[in-house]
């Protein structure tokens, strides 16, 4: 069964990197169908889309946040990741990792992790 | 970035009402538009993409509309199932951008 999984700390402290895991199972990071995708939702908050990102080239960063992100895919592991450096409390959120296809027809998130709960604070 | 505007913010409704949520896009996305069903504790989950197209497995009561800007999602008649909050999203441009959301909530 397809299904994607993200890991990493629940709790990171202010100034610090924020570092997140998402495994793919079932399928493979390898597609050339789709972009692998990062998306946050503060609390009581709506979504924010951060990063999409093929295997091997075509990353696109939100804007507002890209001068603070790095990301990458592990096709050994069979997963991606995200890093968010200098974190605030503005990073609280829900992380979710998603798959949207790389056609327009084909665009939206069609499949999500169950999220990742991650609060900055000291 | 386009900005999403999505209205109301709320709707109070109750079962086998008829439900319309609006999105308005800050400028044209043609029709790369999708909507999204998310319940509390739960990631999103796509009901409708391409403006107009259902997702399999998603029940036929759900049907959207639009081109250009203006984009609707309809309920033709409310279930117990469909409390949730429901999101707009385009995908025509980057940075893909979502609306603020619409709570279903039961009158």
């Known amino acids: 069964q397809l299904q994607l999984q993200e890991s990493g700390p629940g709790l990171v402290k202010p100034s610090e990197t924020l570092s997140l895991t998402c495994n793919l199972s079932g399928g493979s990071v390898t597609s050339s169908s789709h972009y692998w995708a990062w998306i946050r939702q503060a609390p009581g908050r709506g979504l924010e889309w951060i990063a999409n990102m093929f295997h091997y080239e075509s990353t696109y960063y939100n804007p507002s946040l890209k001068s603070r992100i790095a990301t990458s895919v592990d096709t050994s592991k069979n997963q991606f990741s995200l890093n968010l450096t200098s974190v605030t409390a503005a990073d609280t959120a829900v992380y979710y990792c998603?798959?949207?296809?790389?056609?327009?027809?084909?665009?939206?998130?069609?499949?999500w992790g169950q999220g990742v709960m991650v609060t900055v604070s000291s | 970035d386009i900005q999403m505007t999505q209205s109301p913010s709320t709707v109070s409704a109750s079962v086998g009402d008829r439900v319309t949520v609006t999105c308005r896009a800050s400028q044209s996305i043609s029709y790369w538009m999708a909507w999204y069903q998310q319940k509390p504790g739960k990631a999103p989950k796509v009901l409708i993409s391409?403006?107009?197209s259902l997702e399999s497995g998603v029940p036929s009561r759900f049907s959207g509309s639009g081109f250009g800007t203006d984009f609707t999602l309809t309920i033709s008649s409310l279930q117990p199932d469909d409390f949730a909050t429901y999101f707009c999203?385009?995908?025509?441009?980057?940075?893909?951008?979502f609306g603020g959301g619409t709570r279903v909530e039961i009158k």
């Open positions: 999203q385009q995908y025509n441009s980057y940075p893909l951008t």
């Open positions: 998603a798959r949207r296809g790389t056609t327009l027809n084909y665009g939206s998130f069609d499949l």
């Open positions: 391409k403006a107009t």
